[in-house]
C-alpha cells in the first residue's frame, strides 16, 4: 500500500544497529551489551508507560548522531527505510539547535542532514523544529535557521517539546516569522494539552497539527463542538501517530484510539510513525495495527494517505506524484 509519512523525528528514527555502531564510535556507553539487546531495551521503554522512560532514548540518540557524518548517514537511512516500507513523498524533522550542545552548528547539521535525505530517491524535505520549553529567543533562532535553508530543502517549520505549560502563543514571534518568509507551519498541539491548544495553533497559521487526538475530547464535549468544526473550517491536517500515542499515555489502546472518531467527524487526518526506533514501529506496522485493532478499512488509510499528499509542505510536482501513486494503487 503506498504511504505518505509527514511526522517522523530524526532523532527518534534511527536503526538499532546504526545506534549502537555510532555509540561505540563516539565511546559513548550503550545500555545494552549488544544489538539485539539494544533493541529489547527500546521496547521495554516504550511500554513502560512511562513518558520519563520513553524519552530517555533521545539523550543517547543526540549524542550519537553528533557529527556531519553521522547525521548524513541517519537521513539518508530515514529516507531509505521510508521509502522501502512504500512511502511515496516523506518529510522529517529534527530540532538541529540541539546540536550545538555537542559542538555542531545548526547551519552544519541542517546541511548535513539535507545531503543525507538527497542520496536517496525518495521525494522527501526536512521541517525544522524549536524546542518550545527553551525561550522565545531560541525559537526565533530556530526560525531564522530553516529559513535560511527553505529553498534547499527545508519545507516546514515546528515546535516541539513538552507541550503542557508551553502553549504556541509564547512563540507567536518566531511563527510569524517563519510564516513571512513562506515557511509553512506544523505545531505539535493536543498531544499532552487540550483541543484549544489544536485550534490556538490553527490561528497561528498552522497548516497541519502534530497529534492532535486530544481534539475527541471537544467532539465528545457538545459545549465544546465549536473547536472541531473550526479545525475543520479551518483546514487543519492532522498528523496523528498512534503507537506513539499509546506509548506516551495520550491514547489508552490502539482500539480506543481518537483517530476513528475523528476521522469519521470530517476532520482530515492522516497516520504516522513519529519515533520510529522508540516505539518500534513502521509505518507498515502502523496501518495494519489500525486494520487490526480499529474499524478503519484499508480504503480509510488511503484516503488519509492521499489527504496527508496534498497537505504535504512538499513542491506541487512531488504532491501531484504521490497523490497519483496513491490513486492507482490497487490490492494485489
Not at 545500555?31 to 539485539?36: G, H, L
Not at 522529517?92 to 542520496?119: Q, S
Not at 526536512?126 to 530543502?153: F, N, S
Not at 516541539?160 to 502553549?167: C, D, F, Q, S, V
Request: aromatic share 4%; hydrophobic share 50%; charged share 20%.
Amino acid at each position: 500500500m503506498p504511504k505518505v509519512l509527514l511526522h517522523e523525528h530524526l532523532d527518534g528514527g534511527l536503526r538499532v544497529a546504526t545506534l549502537f555502531e555510532l555509540l561505540r564510535e563516539r565511546g559513548i556507553a550503550a545500555p545494552a551489551a549488544d544489538v539485539a539487546a539494544l533493541a529489547a531495551w527500546f521496547d521495554a521503554n516504550a511500554h513502560a508507560g512511562s513518558l520519563v522512560k520513553y524519552l530517555e532514548g533521545f539523550a543517547l540518540t543526540v549524542a550519537a548522531m553528533a557529527s556531519p557524518a553521522a547525521m548524513t548517514r541517519v537521513a539518508f537511512e530515514a529516507a531509505e527505510d521510508a521509502r522501502l516500507d512504500g512511502a511515496v513523498l516523506a518529510e522529517f524533522r529534527i530540532a538541529p539547535l540541539l546540536f550545538e550542545d555537542h559542538g555542531i552548528a545548526g547551519e552544519a547539521a541542517v546541511e548535513a542532514l539535507l545531503a543525507g535525505l538527497a542520496r536517496s530517491p525518495l521525494a522527501s524535505g526536512l521541517i525544522v523544529c524549536a524546542m518550545r520549553h527553551l525561550p522565545p529567543a531560541q525559537t526565533l533562532r530556530a526560525a531564522r535557521l530553516a529559513l535560511r535553508y527553505r529553498d534547499r530543502g527545508v519545507v516546514g517549520f515546528d515546535l516541539a517539546g513538552a507541550e503542557r505549560g508551553h502553549p504556541p502563543a509564547q512563540h507567536a514571534q518566531a511563527l510569524r516569522l517563519a510564516l513571512d518568509g513562506g515557511l509553512p507551519l506544523t505545531l505539535h498541539a493536543g498531544e499532552a494539552d487540550a483541543a484549544e491548544r489544536v485550534v490556538e495553533a490553527g490561528r497561528l497559521g498552522a497548516r497541519r497539527i502534530g497529534h492532535g487526538v486530544h481534539l475527541v475530547d471537544a467532539l465528545r464535549d457538545p459545549a465544546r463542538r465549536e473547536l472541531v468544526d473550526e479545525v475543520i473550517a479551518l483546514g487543519l491536517h492532522l498528523e496523528v501517530c498512534p503507537t506513539s500515542n499509546v506509548h506516551t499515555g495520550a491514547a489508552a489502546s490502539i482500539a480506543s484510539h481518537p483517530i476513528t472518531e475523528l476521522w469519521r467527524a470530517g476532520v482530515s487526518l492522516s497516520y504516522h510513525t513519529d519515533n520510529r526506533l522508540m516505539s518500534r514501529i513502521d509505518l507498515s506496522g502502523e496501518a495494519q495495527a489500525l486494520l487490526t485493532h480499529t474499524p478503519l478499512s484499508a480504503d480509510d488509510l488511503l484516503a488519509m494517505a492521499a489527504q496527508a499528499a496534498r497537505h504535504s509542505f512538499l513542491p506541487p510536482a512531488q504532491r501531484e506524484a504521490a497523490a497519483a501513486a496513491i490513486a492507482a494503487w490497487t490490492p494485489v
